[in-house]
């Protein structure tokens, strides 16, 4: 089983960067890493959910085109936290923030509970 958490500022104030950190703990994590995609997605005020990026067991990152040039996902060398950061924010990225370990098929099995930023002066 796998637990992930958000954390990180709630307030960001426009053209700064949000940097969120997820973190990645569980029983079998040691074994499961390899078996996700640790993405971060978004929910805007009344929106859809909205995927942003993904990096890869091997390392390897995928962010979405609408967002590529302002985006980094990361990862720390114990595998067990993965951070974002969105630079030269705007109100429009005023969103829930969600981590989430998604299998190579898509289908997700496990969320972080989420963490609601704002981007306001």
């Known amino acids: 089983h796998v637990q992930l958490q958000e954390s990180g500022p709630r307030l960001v104030k426009p053209s700064q960067t949000l940097s969120l950190t997820c973190t990645v703990s569980?029983?079998?994590?040691?074994?499961?890493?390899?078996?996700?995609?640790w993405t971060w997605l978004r929910q805007p005020p009344g929106k859809g959910l909205e995927w942003i990026g993904h990096?890869?067991?091997?390392?390897?990152?995928y962010t979405t085109p609408a967002l590529k040039s302002r985006t980094s996902v990361s990862r720390d060398t114990s595998k067990t936290q993965f951070p974002l950061q969105l630079r030269s924010v705007t109100p429009e990225d005023t969103a829930v923030y969600y981590c989430?370990?998604?299998?190579?098929?898509?289908?997700?099995?496990?969320w972080g509970q989420g963490t609601q930023v704002t981007v306001s002066s």
């Open positions: 989430a370990a998604a299998r190579f098929s898509g289908a997700y099995d496990y």
């Open positions: 569980g029983d079998s994590i040691v074994t499961d890493y390899y078996y996700y995609h």
């Open positions: 990096i890869t067991y091997g390392g390897s990152t």
